[in-house]
């Protein structure tokens, strides 16, 4: 019986000894998964931060990318400006040369302010074709000036002549007659080899470039190729063109390309027109025709006649605008072959007896070298002032 009992006592001392054990592990293994959960809580915690400082980042990334996006692209509009008014001014060369380089040699000959002084001036002006009525209403100024200011010296005449040059390029209207919501017919004229249908196609791609929906109407029937060079033109500048067979009646394609204009929504069409019929009683008759299709079938739109003259040509482009204005009511021109000429000073001319604006002036056969005339920056490119 000791026996007995002393084993039963062992065994539950065993038996204790065994649950303190067990609690023990219990224990220790919740200490473990308490400290293992405080562990993932921290690194949760710690991933929490980590993804916040990454939004943050992002954030300032995104920030900065926006506030760059606008002066990249203003830099780059300032290169584009930049880079076709170096051409203009490159391109003024010979014509700066020719007009001022006769005006210092007069100046530089002479002492005194007097009417051989005025005389000589005035042949250098009309040699560098400005024209003789538009040299003298320069020299008209030039005087009424001179007496007004008391000028006494010479060397002071150059900037005074260039000042009003400047004032005559300034005067009327060069922008186009394009208003937002309502239609705009273009009628380009100008005989042939000025450029026309290559200041057409140039219009086209700026005029598309600005938002507007423009078509093109092939209504040159006479001349051979004149079709075919247009549509070259049209896919340059991603613009349908409207045409019909070749020898075909130009009012009939500016019809079709009206009613084209209307379907399609078209915010402006461009009408190439003959550049030389057999007379101007042809010229007059065929414009005459092309002009009351447009205003019976499109009499809501604006209308723009715009003449192509080549600067090359100098005291010619003043013939063709005069007989061409007998025909047409011309409400501007486009100044094409600037570039590489010394009879540039014709614009002068154009602005002062024609009264018609110069609305666009070319400097290069590249597609952009077309350019809305600006007088400041032209008077800045050719005078450099």
């Not at 009012?251 to 003959?274: E, F, G, N, P, W």
Request: aromatic fraction near 4%; glycine fraction near 8%; include cysteine.
């Amino acid at each position: 019986m000791w026996f007995f009992g002393r084993k039963s006592k062992e065994k539950v001392e065993e038996q204790e000894v065994r649950e303190e054990e067990v609690l023990e592990e219990t224990v220790e293994e919740e200490l473990i998964e308490e400290t293992e959960e405080v562990g993932e809580t921290e690194d949760v915690e710690e991933d929490e931060e980590d993804l916040i400082e990454e939004i943050e980042e992002v954030e300032e990334d995104v920030e900065e990318e926006l506030t760059k996006e606008p002066e990249e692209e203003e830099v780059e509009e300032k290169k584009e400006k930049k880079g076709f008014f170096a051409k203009l001014t490159e391109g003024l060369t010979k014509t700066r040369d020719n007009i001022m380089d006769g005006v210092d040699s007069v100046l530089g000959a002479f002492t005194k302010i007097d009417e051989d002084l005025y005389e000589e001036l005035e042949e250098a002006l009309i040699m560098a074709d400005l024209g003789v009525s538009t040299t003298m209403n320069i020299m008209d100024e030039l005087r009424e000036q001179v007496k007004e200011q008391k000028v006494k010296d010479p060397s002071k005449l150059k900037g005074m002549i260039v000042d009003i040059i400047s004032s005559k390029l300034s005067e009327g209207d060069s922008s186009l007659n394009i208003e937002k919501g309502k239609p705009t017919v273009m009628l380009v004229i100008g005989v042939n080899g000025v450029g026309k249908t290559t200041t057409i196609g140039k219009l086209a791609s700026q005029l598309k470039s600005d938002g507007n929906r423009v078509l093109l109407a092939a209504a040159d029937t006479f001349r051979a190729a004149a079709i075919d060079q247009l549509e070259v033109w049209g896919e340059r500048s991603g613009v349908d063109v409207i045409k019909q067979y070749e020898g075909a009646d130009p009012s009939a394609v500016v019809y079709d390309a009206i009613q084209a204009a209307k379907s399609r929504d078209v915010d402006v069409l461009i009408c190439d027109t003959a550049g030389r019929l057999h007379n101007k009683t042809n010229l007059m008759k065929e414009l005459e025709k092309t002009f009351r299709v447009i205003d019976r079938e499109f009499p809501e739109a604006n209308k723009e006649v715009l003449l192509v003259l080549d600067a090359t040509t100098g005291q010619n482009a003043i013939s063709q605008a005069q007989q061409f204005k007998e025909v047409a009511d011309i409400t501007g021109i486009a100044l094409t072959k600037l570039d590489g000429t010394a009879k540039g000073g014709i614009i002068v001319a154009i602005h002062s007896e024609m009264e018609i604006p110069v609305k666009f002036i070319g400097v290069g056969e590249q597609i952009d070298d077309l350019q809305p005339f600006n007088p400041e920056e032209f008077t800045k490119a050719l005078f450099g002032n």
